[in-house]
Nanobody, 113 residues
């Protein structure tokens, strides 16, 4: 199971750090998947934000967030983080983490202008 947290209300230009804690898996196990963050903005489809392969640290970002967001993992804590800087109103969405076919419950991020 996955537990996402860290969302909140922030002004444009501000920062938030999201966490996705993974239970029941060892995220850097050789047989396990990458962990991804997705988001669903009001009235839009859910879309990918960033992904990390905890075993080798490989990362990928959507164009809309590259240079502002940083994904990382603490393998000892079985947790993945999404550091979000220079937030924009268009980053407002519910953010979800995905791992091994399981979705976290989502955490709301609201960026005011």
């Amino acid at each position: 199971q996955l537990q996402a947290s860290g969302g909140g209300l922030v002004q444009a230009g501000g920062s938030l750090r999201l966490s996705c804690a993974v239970f029941g898996f060892t995220i850097d196990d050789v047989d396990n998947d990458a962990i991804a963050w997705f988001r669903r903005a009001p009235g839009k489809e859910r879309g990918g934000v960033s992904v990390i392969a905890p075993r080798d640290g490989g990362t990928h970002y959507a164009d809309a967030v590259r240079g502002r967001f940083t994904i990382s993992s603490d393998n000892a804590k079985n947790t993945v983080y999404l550091q979000m800087n220079s937030l924009k109103p268009e980053d407002t969405a519910v953010y979800y983490c995905l791992y091994g076919g399981y979705w976290g419950q989502g955490t709301q991020v609201t960026v005011s202008s």
